[in-house]
């Protein structure tokens, strides 16, 4: 968490850019990502991300594990049976009775690429982006005040119920001699779970006094304090005359 | 965001029907109020008192007497079960607080800090903070900036401007809540237990600071159990039994130095305790009688 809150603020090329730009632009990788069917398309679009992370100061490391962490856990599960139910040329035919298809194959590729590409992309604006800057973009592109608000503090508020959640765990082996059965350790689970509901929704009536108390009457307002300069528009036409080849790319 | 946030100012003064009728003699009148929270669960039970402008009171009592739900009733936050509650000679409601006018002055007026930094620090830095009160006041923008970089200064955390509270000391976090609170210019400062938690050093600059904000003629309202803090910065002292009715009102020289007093108000405690080598037990009110 602390890592991420430096690479906001670390003088990186992605860092200096207005969050507008950087998030429309992003938008707009995204889209590019999920329309392209080729895989050269898609590893172009890759090697676009790993240079600017590497521009951007982010450990390539630190923003791999970030990215190829999920890649298995949500893709997999679907892509993989892709492979054998595809019709097609077979690639691989194991005794006849398992075959995976060329076809297949492309399928299960191409929905890992778009995945790693979209999520990568994600993940990058994220670490090169301050929250609070992210949520006055959203903000600016008409996403409801109420709608911002909710994300700014389900993200201030996230650390602090994994701070309460983890002492609970801390206080329990504390407490503890040997192990517990599993049955055990879920009725536990399900008694911490519910407690941590129940001091959530005081902390949420208590914040909302909090909020009301200093002057919040159901929209919130927030201070703009954005500026477009000379490098936002260089980036922001780099960005489209990269997407306008990837396009033509695309319907080649 | 501009035209969203500023164009549509509201003149508070001109045509506000409620600021015709202010009283600036008291700034809060308790009569006869009483507080229920949900499963009759009784927190306060028909207290009385009256707080007038540049007044330093505090609300003194044992856990669950009620101190925090006088401070959410003062600050509009809650409303009395039964009783009245008036601010600036207004009755407090909640169709009171529905009136735009009146709601955005009040708010301007009064200011709470609550106890706990976690429920008072809600933005994602910093800055956010000290901006929110003034922002969502719609105060011009060239206005809350300069007040936002007034508060900064004024707490010694300029220099916090674009950390995340989660990531602040708890001292820090103290400071931050009122600093997020001070940006409102507020006349009535409302203070939840301000000492709660705070190193000795920290309890002293933050006891400075409070008796400086207050010499401008403000009033100021705190709860606290820290008997030190009351000799320090009150000038009054509204004493809560644990039947949540008001046990004593009036000037902390009357009440500090009777332990019979304190001891039946649950302020002060009989217990064994060191003197140097010696150990016994006897009422024990640090600072004063011992």
Partial sequence: MVVTEELCYAPGILQKLDPRGKL??????????????????????????????????????????????????????????????????????????????????????????????????????ILTTPWTKLLVALRWFHLPSLVVAILGMTYRYIFLLLHTTNSMFLARRSRTIGSFS????????????????????HLSEEVYLAMVARGYRGEVFILDELSLRRRDFLWITFALITALILLWGIHL | MDNVCFNHRINLVVGNPFMNTLDTEHIFQVKNLSYDYPGNIVALRKINFTIGPGELVALVGANGSGKSTILKLLDGLIFPTDGELTAFGQVLSEKVLKDGYFVADFRRRVGLVFQDPDVQLFSSTVWDEVTFGPLQLEISKDEVVSRGLEVLQLMNIAHLKERPPYLLSDGEKKKVSLASVLSLHPQVLLLDEPTAGLDPQSQGNLIDFLLQWADKGKCLVFSTQDLDTVEEVASRVIVLGTEHTVLADGKPEEFLFDPDFLLGANLIHVHAHRHKELTHRHPHLHGHQH
């Fill in chain 1, 182 to 201: 599993g049955g055990e350790n879920r009725r536990w689970l399900a008694q911490a779970l519910a407690t941590t509901m129940a001091k959530s929704q």
């Fill in chain 1, 24 to 125: 429309s632009t992003f938008v707009l990788f995204i889209v590019i990502t999920g329309l392209a069917q080729s895989l050269w398309i898609l590893a172009i679009i890759l090697a676009l991300i790993l240079a600017l992370s590497f521009l951007s100061r982010v450990p390539l490391g630190f923003f791999l594990k970030r990215i190829l962490l999920f890649i298995p856990i949500f893709t997999a599960v679907i892509a993989i049976p892709a492979l054998f139910i595809t019709p097609g040329k077979p690639l691989i035919d194991l005794a006849g009775k398992i075959i995976i298809t060329e076809q297949g194959a492309h399928t299960a590729v191409l929905l890992v690429m778009r995945v790693l590409d979209s999520l990568s992309l994600g993940v990058l604006l």
